[in-house]
């Protein structure tokens, strides 16, 4: 007798990707510091100019690492989607 179980990966993910902000937060935080033009804003391809502080470096590595491991996610979760609904025709 077989009993078939399945354990959702999903904290696990959501685990590793708040470790993954924390250290570019980090990370962000550590060139923000060791900037060497701090007087000097930073230029966002034209649209936004912010100066070159710990925080706003940190800032700025959390909202983009966030921002690309949430188009991540939801790229696998739609894939999954497609991938359940193949195994069931099948």
Same mark, same amino acid.
């Given at each position: 007798? @077989? @009993?078939?179980?399945?354990?959702?990966?999903?904290?696990?993910?959501?685990?590793?990707?708040?470790?993954?902000?924390?250290?570019?937060?980090?990370?962000?935080?550590?060139?923000?510091?060791?900037?060497?033009?701090?007087?000097?804003?930073?230029?966002?391809?034209?649209?936004?100019?912010?100066?070159? @502080?710990?925080?706003?470096?940190?800032?700025?590595?959390?909202?983009?690492?966030?921002?690309?491991?949430?188009?991540?996610?939801?790229?696998?979760?739609?894939?999954?989607?497609?991938?359940?609904?193949?195994?069931?025709?099948?």
């Amino acid at each position: 007798m @077989t @009993t078939e179980s399945r354990i959702s990966a999903r904290p696990v993910f959501g685990a590793v990707a708040v470790v993954v902000v924390l250290v570019a937060g980090g990370i962000g935080a550590i060139v923000g510091a060791s900037g060497q033009q701090r007087a000097v804003p930073m230029d966002l391809f034209g649209l936004v100019s912010f100066p070159m @502080t710990p925080a706003s470096m940190a800032a700025f590595g959390m909202l983009v690492t966030a921002g690309v491991l949430a188009l991540l996610f939801s790229l696998v979760s739609v894939a999954a989607r497609y991938d359940d609904e193949a195994g069931e025709r099948a």
